[in-house]
């Protein structure tokens, strides 16, 4: 069966759920815990949408490659159209490739038991929606660390007369649009650092190789690229501006937001699930 034949808007309603926050926050392991427990899902990593790594922007200041600083970070229209087809066809288009296999991923079990019933539960609202409307239910879990860049942290560039720049707070927000389903994991600062500086390094694309490439973190990159980038991506999705203990506005509506150090990974899961079985 072809794309377009799976695709087809009558035949398939798809349900987005999006994982936010920081590098090293979770996101990853929550998104393949809800991947178990969905009955017919698939996971959309946003990393796999950054430029290759020979178009990577280099920090004006500190002369190393920014990836980073959320303009520059993915290919905002190569993201947002892909999420447009998903949301159409609920299938993934065959050309894609994905480097998460190849990335360290630490393993935060959680009861069989719970994934289980969640799994049990999903299958029968699938097989229910299937025999009500003649049509598959789809669950795409996206995870990525600029999931909400919202357009309000970019306004400034507005005042410039550049087209691309535009472009990209536009298609940021058709991005936030296509998600059903919006959670934030929030770790202190002191806990994500250690976590990256515990990585080996990243998988990246490179237009050579499909394989891509390892990133190391050179010294300091940590402290003068990857933090502040992430609270500028995200001071307004804080209020007060503040990234680390704020509540969150209206900038990104239902925003589920959980405490990483204070939540368990059981716990989170079965909230998420649950809000997955009542907007479903």
């Known amino acids: 069966m072809s794309d377009n034949q799976k695709g087809n808007l009558q035949s398939v309603k798809v349900i987005t759920i999006a994982v936010g ?24 990593h946003q990393d796999d949408f950054a430029p290759p790594q020979e178009l990577v922007p280099v920090h004006p200041q500190y002369n190393v490659q920014d990836w980073d600083d959320a ?32 990335n360290e991923n630490k393993q935060v079990p959680v009861a069989e038991s719970i994934t289980a019933h969640w799994r049990r539960e999903s299958e029968r609202i699938s097989k229910e929606h299937q025999e009500k409307h003649g049509a598959r239910l789809v669950w795409a879990i ?30 940021h927000q058709k991005a936030i649009d296509q998600l059903d389903i919006r959670v934030f994991l929030r770790v202190p600062h002191d806990v994500l650092k250690q976590r990256r ?4 390094g990243y998988h990246t694309a490179v237009q050579s190789d499909p394989e891509g490439t390892l990133w190391r973190d050179p ?13 500028r991506a995200h001071t307004d999705l804080f209020e007060g501006g503040d990234v680390e203990h704020g509540k969150p506005t209206d900038k990104v509506p239902e925003l589920l937001l959980f405490e990483g150090l204070q939540t368990n990974m059981e716990s989170t899961l079965t909230v998420v699930m649950e809000k997955v079985i009542e907007v479903t």
């Not at 905002?76 to 447009?84: I, K, Y």
């Not at 500086?197 to 080996?200: C, F, G, I, S, V």
């Open 21 to 44: 926050g920081a590098t090293c926050s979770g996101k990853t392991t929550l998104a393949k815990h809800l991947r178990s427990c969905l009955y017919d899902s698939f996971i959309i």
């Open 71 to 102: 303009p520059g970070a993915i290919d905002w229209p190569r993201f947002v159209d892909f999420l447009e087809h998903i949301k159409r066809s609920g299938v993934l288009p065959s050309t894609h490739k994905s480097h998460d296999h190849l």
């Open 142 to 171: 996206v995870d990525g660390f600029l999931m909400y860049w919202n357009k309000a942290c970019f306004c400034f560039i507005v005042l410039l007369p550049f087209r691309p720049e535009r472009l990209h707070l536009t298609v």
């Open 197 to 200: 500086h515990e990585r080996h």
């Open 219 to 231: 010294p300091e990159y940590w402290e003068q690229i990857v933090y502040p980038a992430y609270f």
